[in-house]
DNA sequence: AATGGCCCCAACCGCGGAACC
DNA sequence: CGGTTCCGCGGTTGGGGCCAT
């Protein structure tokens, strides 16, 4: 025998979640920490496969993410690590821990790719640099609300819920929630992940990273990570990138990880990333 | 205001490897 | 060791929102 069935697959609801089915799973998983994806639904009461759970908690529910615009820096990071890596999303999702391998896909899909294609059709000299500031300034121009936090986020859903329906019992159970100071869903979460960005014991072999801003994001490879945990702040805004630590980070690293260290503090030079391209390609 | 088309993204599906018995 | 299930990943899609007409 192996391990008993994953879940029923008759009663199982499929979907977007709703704000309350968030709710109880963040709370169990606050409680119980993630994991154990099987017996979520079981525990919880919750309609949904351990699968759906653990999907929503991971691209959606998860602290640390960041939502909203992708920035110049990351859209850069993205293009190269495609190159590099392929449709590894989990790999590139590893280089920036702020995004979901979800996110990433979806932006190269509906981005990325796109942009890509179009100015290699319309002018293959033009290049590469030019396309991504076109596509930055678009960004900026184009902005959309950015979710700066989980807290944020749940908190936008649970917003939207109290407005657009009568208050059940449970909407009653989820403003309490909300107004126990502020949101102590998350102030618990804070508690029971302090680093929001480091998902610790619960996806050991998740990334661990250590941020700067945006533009300046930095980051340590999943296998160095250990050594360089760091709590000190939640989802950045400033920030000017890579520290003394990162710098003497020890372990040697990888080809990939040299480039991050170039790139995030000085920028990348097409020629350089046309030379860093043709490297790859021979490694 | 109504309609249709397009875009975007959350969530599902299916597969492969790992884990368990 | 083989069978069964879990977990994680990449690909795909459904539906809501936005915009032009």
Redesign the pocket.
């Known amino acids: 025998?192996?391990?008993?069935?994953?879940?029923e697959k008759i009663g199982i609801?499929?979907?977007?979640?709703t704000p309350e089915e968030d709710i109880i799973l963040v709370s169990y998983i606050q409680e119980h920490g993630p994991?154990?994806?099987?017996?979520v639904p079981t525990n919880t009461g919750l309609l949904?496969?351990?699968?759906?759970c653990?999907?929503?908690w991971?691209?959606?529910l998860r602290p640390g993410i960041k939502?909203?615009?992708f920035t110049p820096h990351e859209e850069r990071m993205i293009i190269h690590l495609q190159a590099l890596?392929?449709?590894?999303?989990?790999?590139?999702?590893?280089y920036l821990p702020q995004r979901?391998?979800?996110?990433i896909?979806?932006?190269w899909?509906?981005?990325l790719k796109?942009n890509l294609n179009k100015s290699e059709s319309e002018e293959r000299s033009v290049s590469e640099n030019m396309a991504l500031q076109t596509s930055a300034t678009r960004n900026t121009i184009n902005h959309?609300s950015t979710y700066a936090s989980s807290t944020e986020n749940i908190s936008r859903l649970l917003e939207g819920s109290m407005r657009a329906s009568p208050k059940s019992s449970t909407a009653n159970f989820l403003e309490e929630k909300m107004q126990k100071g502020t949101t102590n869903l998350m102030d618990d979460h804070e508690n029971q992940f302090p680093c929001e960005h480091v998902q610790g014991s619960w996806?050991e072999?998740?990334s661990k990273t250590i941020n700067g801003d945006d533009d300046h994001g930095f980051l340590v490879h999943p296998k160095e990570s250990e050594k360089n945990v760091s709590c000190d702040h939640d989802v950045q805004e400033d920030g000017d990138g890579v520290d003394d630590d990162h710098k003497n980070a020890t372990p040697p690293l990888t080809f990939i990880e040299k480039w991050l260290l170039e790139e995030t503090s000085t920028g990348v030079q097409m020629e350089e990333m046309s030379h860093l391209m043709e490297l790859s390609n021979m490694l």
């Open positions: 025998m192996g391990r008993p069935p994953c879940c609801k499929k979907g977007p979640w994991g154990n994806w099987r017996s949904r496969c351990s699968k759906s653990r999907l929503r991971t691209n959606y939502r909203g615009n890596l392929g449709n590894k999303w989990a790999s590139i999702a590893s979901t391998d979800n996110d896909k979806n932006y899909n509906t981005h796109k959309r996806e072999d998740q």
